[in-house]
């Protein structure tokens, strides 16, 4: 069972703006990605299979598969982690989750369920599906 990583996704509030991002960012560049401060040592844990979590508004609402974690310097010298995603974003099952900082890793077990394909529940505005999710009731 893969390890995964769960990081809040400041300045999107829905999933379409992660998926419109993601596209974007898709036109321009060869890879998806994201540079964060800290590289996880528990990186062979992670690959393959793991994902990143994505806190949106205070709920983990969908994950993007992790395709490499690789060691890049900024331009102030600094050691930092660039996490390359694989395109797609996956809807899971809406979890409350506090705000903090940076990223903390996510036991499989500890994971949300995807969202079925095929269920009433993908097909829901996103807005209710939280409100169901807040009520207890998703």
Not at 100 to 112: I, K, T, V
Request: proline share 9%.
């Amino acid at each position: 069972m893969p390890l995964n990583i769960v990081k809040l996704c400041v300045g999107v509030s829905e999933i379409d703006e992660l998926e419109s991002w993601v596209k974007d960012c898709k036109a321009g560049r060869d890879t998806l990605d994201h540079v964060t401060r800290m590289f996880p040592k528990r990186r062979d844990e992670i690959l393959p299979g793991g994902s990143l979590y994505w806190v949106l508004r205070g709920m983990i609402l969908c994950r993007q598969p992790i395709a490499a974690l690789e060691p890049v310097t900024g331009a102030d010298g600094i050691e930092r982690c660039r996490i390359v995603f694989k395109p797609q974003i996956i809807p899971v099952r809406p979890v409350p989750r506090r705000a903090f900082q940076g990223w903390r890793y996510l036991e499989d077990s500890d994971s949300p369920p995807d969202l079925p394909r095929s269920s009433r529940i993908e097909g829901m505005p996103e807005k209710l599906r939280r409100e169901l999710a807040e009520l207890g009731l998703l």
